[in-house]
């Protein structure tokens, strides 16, 4: 159905929605701070008094049960999230997460506390509810798989340092953040710094939330999403969309295994070559210039994190043959013993999201010290594997 013409219009308390007349629709757009209290009241105010048919939010169902369900982390099973290789998934929505709570606690506001109020204004005045948002997952695999290597180890630094590096922000700040112009720039930036990252995380978000706007039931409808995808829902808003298209998970890439099992050949050709040309003596010196620095990289790292000592000694050994081999990384190792020999507790689970905001906080907590564990010792043996291949050729005369 074609959006015949938008007009943004004030309304009390302050003033951030848009309206999309359709004819015999209309389409209430409220564009929110995530952690503003007048975002939350505004809200419920624009809901009670237009008492729509039907309300869309910002969410999926993932984020739906977890921000409605206080009891979520005591069901997280690290064992589960270790095997799958999601880590890295979770470390990133920790981190966001934890940067939300700390501007959240500052204002005295729960992160996606607007989203709730929409949940229980929605019920209030007997609306339909509507998860217009993808899947958090199917949006996080491709935003991953757009990035050229050097972005994905400038994003993963960044989240991971986001949660210690926010400055002093007060509520007036957050609000300016709900202003259209200034959300444009910072797009901007974002793209000319990571043209990969805007379209997965931000584009396809715009046209999969309007697609979905635009397919709810009734005649008066609102819809509460972030500031930032106002202006792109409302550009998408004529074109047809196909959300299972961008619903698609990205093919797996095979260029990290190529390139893991590249290196696998050439050391292990180098061990052969210094076998079979040399003597007993050459393989061992470079069965030694290839242990060494792997183990002791992986020790090294693996005792910043404060680990046990019998998974520091797992890393040690596991380390030169991890390195040696592209489907299983030592930080699965490492990060299992851990959570084996220091097993997290209910309460433990629970507090993760208090303890990602301060560093201290993530080495007190068992759970997100076995995910500590796991960045490290895997950064610690690709370094050591780095100085490893470098020490290995040089051995090649």
Same mark, same amino acid.
């Given at each position: 159905?074609?959006?015949?013409?938008?007009?943004?219009?004030?309304?009390?308390?302050?003033?951030?929605?848009?309206?999309?007349?359709?004819?015999?629709?209309?389409?209430?757009?409220?564009?929110?701070?995530?952690?503003?209290?007048?975002?939350?009241?505004?809200?419920?105010?624009?809901?009670?008094?237009?008492?729509?048919?039907?309300?869309?939010?910002?969410?999926?169902?993932?984020?739906?049960?977890?921000?409605?369900?206080?009891?979520?982390?005591?069901?997280?099973?690290?064992?589960?999230?270790?095997?799958?290789?999601?880590?890295?998934?979770?470390?990133?929505?920790?981190?966001?997460?934890?940067?939300?709570?700390?501007?959240?606690?500052?204002?005295?506001?729960?992160?996606?506390?607007?989203?709730?109020?929409?949940?229980?204004?929605?019920?209030?005045?007997?609306?339909?509810?509507?998860?217009?948002?993808?899947?958090?997952?199917?949006?996080?695999?491709?935003?991953?798989?757009? =990035? *050229?290597? &050097?972005?994905?180890?400038?994003?993963?630094?960044?989240? @991971? /340092? #986001?949660?210690? +590096?926010?400055?002093?922000?007060?509520?007036?700040?957050?609000?300016?953040?709900?202003?259209?112009?200034?959300?444009?720039?910072?797009?901007?930036?974002?793209?000319?710094?990571?043209?990969?990252?805007?379209?997965?995380?931000?584009?396809?978000?715009?046209?999969?939330?309007?697609?979905?706007?635009?397919?709810?039931?009734?005649?008066?409808?609102?819809?509460?999403?972030?500031?930032?995808?106002?202006?792109?829902?409302?550009?998408?808003?004529?074109?047809?969309?196909?959300?299972?298209?961008?619903?698609?998970?990205?093919?797996?890439?095979?260029?990290?295994?190529?390139?893991?099992?590249?290196?696998?050949?050439?050391?292990?050709?180098?061990?052969?070559?210094?076998?079979?040309?040399?003597?007993?003596?050459?393989?061992?010196?470079? =069965? *030694?210039? &290839?242990?060494?620095?792997?183990?002791?990289?992986?020790? @090294? /790292? #693996?005792?910043? +994190?404060?680990?046990?000592?019998?998974?520091?000694?797992?890393?040690?050994?596991?380390?030169?043959?991890?390195?040696?081999?592209?489907?299983?990384?030592?930080?699965?190792?490492?990060?299992?013993?851990?959570?084996?020999?220091?097993?997290?507790?209910?309460?433990?689970?629970?507090?993760?999201?208090?303890?990602?905001?301060?560093?201290?906080?993530?080495?007190?907590?068992?759970?997100?010290?076995?995910?500590?564990?796991?960045?490290?010792?895997?950064?610690?043996?690709?370094?050591?594997?780095?100085?490893?291949?470098?020490?290995?050729?040089?051995?090649?005369?």
């Amino acid at each position: 159905m074609p959006v015949t013409h938008y007009l943004a219009t004030l309304m009390e308390p302050s003033g951030h929605v848009t309206h999309i007349d359709q004819g015999d629709r209309e389409i209430s757009i409220v564009g929110t701070a995530h952690v503003s209290q007048r975002s939350v009241e505004e809200v419920r105010h624009v809901i009670g008094q237009i008492r729509p048919d039907t309300v869309c939010v910002e969410l999926d169902r993932t984020r739906y049960e977890a921000l409605v369900d206080a009891n979520r982390w005591r069901n997280l099973d690290l064992f589960q999230i270790i095997r799958e290789k999601k880590v890295l998934y979770l470390l990133a929505s920790l981190a966001l997460s934890a940067y939300q709570k700390k501007i959240g606690a500052r204002l005295g506001v729960k992160p996606g506390a607007e989203m709730l109020a929409a949940i229980e204004a929605a019920k209030e005045v007997g609306a339909e509810l509507v998860l217009a948002d993808r899947d958090i997952q199917v949006t996080l695999k491709r935003t991953w798989a757009s =990035l *050229r290597f &050097w972005d994905k180890a400038r994003l993963a630094s960044g989240l @991971l /340092a #986001t949660p210690f +590096s926010m400055g002093d922000i007060d509520e007036a700040q957050i609000e300016e953040l709900k202003d259209r112009d200034t959300i444009s720039e910072m797009l901007e930036e974002l793209a000319a710094a990571m043209p990969g990252l805007k379209r997965p995380l931000i584009d396809e978000r715009d046209q999969y939330l309007m697609s979905s706007v635009l397919e709810a039931k009734g005649k008066k409808i609102v819809v509460v999403v972030g500031a930032g995808h106002v202006a792109g829902m409302v550009k998408h808003g004529n074109s047809p969309t196909d959300r299972q298209l961008l619903s698609r998970l990205p093919p797996p890439s095979h260029t990290g295994k190529i390139v893991g099992w590249v290196i696998t050949l050439v050391v292990l050709g180098a061990f052969y070559f210094g076998w079979t040309q040399h003597s007993s003596e050459s393989f061992y010196e470079m =069965l *030694r210039a &290839w242990i060494l620095p792997t183990s002791i990289g992986c020790g @090294l /790292a #693996t005792l910043l +994190s404060r680990a046990h000592p019998l998974t520091l000694l797992s890393g040690i050994l596991a380390a030169p043959l991890t390195t040696l081999n592209p489907t299983i990384g030592v930080g699965m190792v490492t990060a299992l013993v851990e959570a084996w020999v220091r097993r997290p507790t209910v309460a433990d689970c629970e507090q993760i999201p208090e303890s990602m905001l301060s560093l201290r906080g993530w080495y007190q907590n068992r759970a997100t010290r076995v995910l500590l564990v796991f960045v490290l010792s895997s950064l610690g043996a690709s370094l050591g594997m780095a100085v490893g291949v470098t020490w290995v050729l040089s051995l090649l005369r």
